[in-house]
């Protein structure tokens, strides 16, 4: 089912992109990686042209928006279509709010939710006209349940929710998919960044989810189309409490669940 597929990853250098794009080109997809270093991208590519021979790579700053328009030119000019175009691309801060950079705002949410916005408005036109394709946009499930020293990564990905939701519906009918994929915590250099002092990743290792089970789901939801997908899936209930019953959240759940 995914066969000859031709699949966008930004993000691809590490973690879940780069997972994504072995998975994907070990059942037949064709790679297309995309992020800033391009060594690793090159590194990756290697790695994946005995299954993948069409594999290719194109460095990207999804902060750029003319290399962003000029990238998505490219690929469809070389391979004629994007069936697939997951916006990975993202990084996160946590601090108290009050000892949080001004600047740390501004930049996650130029990456991480205009970049997304960037990357769908240069490939949405071209999907159109073929009247196919599928946007998935990696979020988090830190926008559904905020926790203390992420409201500046939180806001991102809550942003990025309410973009995936409206551009569904805006797309009703037309042939493209629209997907938001929400992990919870996953092992990879995220919290390199992210957690500076490592307290945070030590709290919560035995339940972090592996970037092979998130490129999992990736995958899964282009096989069979899902608008939204929440990993792991207890987490379900905890933003189903914290939108029915905000108050008992607030008390109960929240303070468990606060482990920066």
């Known amino acids: 089912m995914l066969k000859g597929k031709i699949i966008a990853i930004t993000g691809a250098s ?5 997972e994504l794009a072995r998975m994907a080109a070990a059942e037949g997809a064709v790679p297309i990686l995309l992020a800033r270093t391009i060594q690793a991208l090159e590194e990756l590519k290697a790695e994946l042209i005995a299954t993948a021979p069409e594999c290719a790579a194109y460095p990207l700053d ?5 290399q962003v328009e000029d990238t998505v030119k490219q ?3 070389t391979f004629g279509r994007i069936d697939v175009w997951v916006n990975n691309a993202g990084y996160g801060i946590f601090s108290e709010f009050t000892l949080a950079r001004l600047e740390d705002f501004t930049d996650m949410m130029d990456v991480n939710y205009m970049g997304t916005v960037r990357c769908a408005k240069a490939v949405l036109p071209h999907m159109l006209i073929h009247n196919s394709g599928h946007i998935i946009n990696i979020a988090s499930v830190a926008g559904k349940i905020a926790t203390p020293k992420s409201s500046g990564y939180s806001a991102t990905k809550f942003a990025v929710i309410a973009f995936t939701s409206t551009l569904r519906q805006e797309l009703a009918g037309t042939g493209v998919k629209v997907t938001a994929i929400n992990p919870g915590p ?6 390199n960044r992210a957690d500076a002092t490592g307290e945070y990743r030590k709290n919560i290792e035995r339940f972090m989810l592996t970037p092979q089970q998130v490129a999992g789901a990736i995958l899964q939801s282009v096989k069979r189309y899902r608008p939204e997908i929440i990993l792991p899936g207890y987490m379900k209930l905890g933003v189903i409490i914290q939108q029915l019953m905000p108050g008992l959240f607030d008390r109960v759940i929240s303070p468990r669940i606060n482990k920066k």
Request: charged fraction near 25%; glycine fraction near 10%; aromatic fraction near 16%.
């Open 14 to 18: 590490s973690g879940i992109g780069r």
């Open 62 to 66: 999804v902060t750029d928006n003319e």
């Open 75 to 77: 690929i469809f000019d």
């Open 186 to 191: 996953v092992e990879t250099a995220f919290f």
